[in-house]
């Protein structure tokens, strides 16, 4: 099984370039999720979805865009990077649940390391 | 705001028990989770408590006082590969959001 999968795995920029960062999942999920991680700081939510066509902004959407035109697929955009958005990328996903007293832990992929210059 | 603190850092040696705290406070409130993360690696899942009390899972145990908003994770007969980092997140809603601590490094020296 291959869980979540993330490209690139390494990633390097120039202050302005555009990129698309791809997640992919391949256990029927219905919720994806993108987080950054800097040090010091742990997982901080940028764009979430809960189904295939929907997204939501997470803590710190401000510079991102995401789309959900697939249910196996959720992909990160930065328009225009800044150095302030490097950091590491990390995607995950879960089965939908409503119920507060059982849990789907989220599955995460290996991340993507992103340096802007 | 939201916040969830947790210490730092956590040094134990091979064979102890170690317990890593985590208080919160958050606008919502479904459940606690733990999760684990290698060397910068996929974090992975360990626990959630949604109601108070302990639950155990081999080694590891976590607790959860909805009253003080206060958790823990607990570690027992330490292993070398207990190093990593373990992250607090409170599960906010349905949509299964997470809000997590900053982590706690756990060193676990022979």
């Known amino acids: 099984n291959a869980g979540v999968t993330q490209t690139p795995k390494f990633r390097v920029l120039k202050t302005g370039q555009s990129m698309t960062l791809l997640c992919a999942q391949d256990?029927?999920?219905?919720?994806m999720y993108w987080y950054r991680q800097d040090p010091g700081m742990g997982l901080r939510l940028i764009h979430y979805?809960?189904?295939?066509?929907?997204?939501a902004k997470g803590e710190v959407p401000d510079g991102y865009n995401v789309s959900r035109l697939k249910k196996q697929n959720f992909l990160l955009g930065l328009e225009s990077a800044a150095p302030s958005q490097t950091s590491v990328y990390f995607c995950?996903?879960?089965?939908?649940?409503?119920?507060?007293?059982?849990?789907?832990?989220?599955?995460f992929g290996d991340g993507t390391r992103l340096s802007i210059l | 705001g939201q916040s969830l603190e947790q210490p730092s850092e956590v040094t134990a040696v091979e064979g102890a028990i170690v317990q890593i705290n985590c208080t919160y406070q958050t606008s919502g409130f479904y459940g606690l989770s733990w999760y684990q993360q290698h060397d910068g690696g996929a974090p992975t899942f360990l626990s959630y408590?949604?109601?108070?009390g302990l639950e155990e899972t081999g080694r590891f145990s976590s607790f959860l006082s909805r009253s003080d908003s206060y958790g823990y994770l607990l570690l027992q007969e330490l292993q070398m590969k207990d190093s990593a980092s373990y992250f607090c997140a409170v599960r906010g809603g349905a949509t299964n959001k997470l809000i997590f601590g900053t982590g706690t490094l756990l060193a676990v020296q022979p």
């Open positions: 995950a996903s879960a089965p939908s649940q409503l119920d507060r007293g059982s849990n789907q832990p989220q599955h």
């Open positions: 408590n949604a109601l108070d």
């Open positions: 256990m029927n999920h219905e919720y």
């Open positions: 979805s809960v189904g295939e066509g929907t997204t």
